[in-house]
């Protein structure tokens, strides 16, 4: 597991810890989606189910703007009630585009549980730094949402877009606000303000005796998920050989903490797979 003395701003842990403060993850979705936003809530880190062999949900940060009868002040201000997901990827697992489904109905499940109608549900965001082009065409940010197919001019009106920004080609990236940001990922250069200002965010966190016990117990917990899991996959396994239910077990683990987002390398470690076994999963 990584010193926590050596994370930066490209490990997920330290990541959501600086994009959960409000005007960090506010001037981020205004400077790179090009819209206005009033106020937001960064809601809490979704925690993943204890049992893994049950699919959970595991947001780096997730983000809400407040609904209209919370912001009664601004009651014809549109576009309130958004949600905006940001995932950092640091590895290409082959199935981005999947997650990126799933993500969308847990948030509209959320907006939906609130009591909102489908004809209330407002602009949903899917926002995914890469380092590396998971697409393969050379583009430094890709835009997505649903269109008629044989004519590309009909929008299905769903009002869901997924883009995928790829950090290591920010010098490619002609918006200069975007440029920075990701320049910041791929690099840790901070030349603005708004990137020094997120920097100085991760140099506390390191000194932060209390979010570095947070970062501590990770691997505990981690190590009590694993235990669980092959306790489980023991007793599912005696059927047809302790062995290869072992076997199986290890795999469907790894593949759970890596759809959770949680590092290869510490999956890895924890497994005894290989980084490329689990990519491969």
């Known amino acids: 597991?990584?010193?926590?003395?050596?994370?930066?701003?490209?490990?997920?842990?330290?990541?959501?810890?600086?994009?959960?403060?409000?005007?960090?993850?506010?001037?981020?979705?205004?400077?790179?989606?090009?819209?206005?936003?009033?106020?937001?809530?960064?809601?809490?880190?979704?925690?993943?189910?204890?049992?893994?062999?049950?699919?959970?949900?595991?947001?780096?940060?997730?983000?809400?703007?407040e609904s209209f009868?919370?912001?009664?002040?601004?009651r014809n201000l549109p576009g309130v009630g958004r949600y905006f997901d940001i995932e950092l990827q640091m590895d290409d697992t082959g199935e981005l585009p999947k997650r990126a489904r799933y993500y969308q109905g847990m948030c509209d499940l959320d907006a939906l549980g609130k009591g909102a109608n489908y004809e209330e549900l407002q602009e949903q965001y899917i926002l995914f730094l890469c380092p590396k082009d998971i697409f393969g065409k050379g583009k430094p940010i890709y835009r997505f949402q649903n269109r008629e197919e044989s004519d590309p001019k009909i929008l299905m009106g769903d009002l869901c877009y997924?883009?995928?920004?790829?950090?290591?080609?920010?010098?490619?990236?002609?918006?200069?606000?975007?440029r920075e940001y990701m320049r910041y990922?791929?690099?840790?250069?901070?030349?603005?303000?708004?990137?020094?200002?997120?920097?100085?965010?991760?140099?506390?966190?390191?000194?932060?005796?209390?979010t570095r016990k947070a970062y501590m117990t990770l691997e505990q917990e981690?190590?009590?998920?694993?235990?669980?899991?092959?306790?489980?996959?023991?007793?599912?396994?005696?059927?047809?050989?302790?062995?290869?239910?072992?076997?199986?077990?290890?795999?469907?683990?790894?593949?759970?903490?890596?759809?959770?987002?949680?590092?290869?390398?510490l999956i890895s470690k924890r497994t005894g797979l290989s980084p490329e076994e689990i990519r491969a999963l």
């Open 1 to 65: 597991m990584k010193r926590y003395e050596d994370l930066d701003i490209t490990d997920n842990f330290m990541f959501s810890k600086v994009f959960s403060n409000e005007d960090v993850a506010k001037d981020f979705l205004q400077d790179i989606l090009k819209i206005s936003i009033e106020k937001i809530e960064v809601v809490t880190e979704a925690s993943a189910q204890e049992d893994p062999f049950h699919k959970s949900v595991r947001f780096d940060v997730l983000v809400r703007e």
């Open 69 to 74: 009868s919370e912001l009664k002040s601004v």
């Open 162 to 178: 997924k883009n995928y920004y790829i950090f290591r080609k920010f010098d490619e990236i002609k918006d200069a606000s975007i």
């Open 185 to 210: 990922f791929a690099t840790q250069e901070h030349r603005s303000e708004k990137m020094e200002r997120i920097h100085r965010l991760v140099e506390r966190y390191r000194q932060d005796p209390v």
């Open 222 to 265: 981690l190590d009590i998920r694993y235990k669980r899991g092959l306790e489980k996959g023991l007793e599912r396994g005696r059927s047809e050989g302790v062995a290869e239910g072992r076997a199986d077990e290890r795999k469907e683990l790894a593949k759970a903490f890596r759809d959770d987002g949680v590092p290869i390398e």
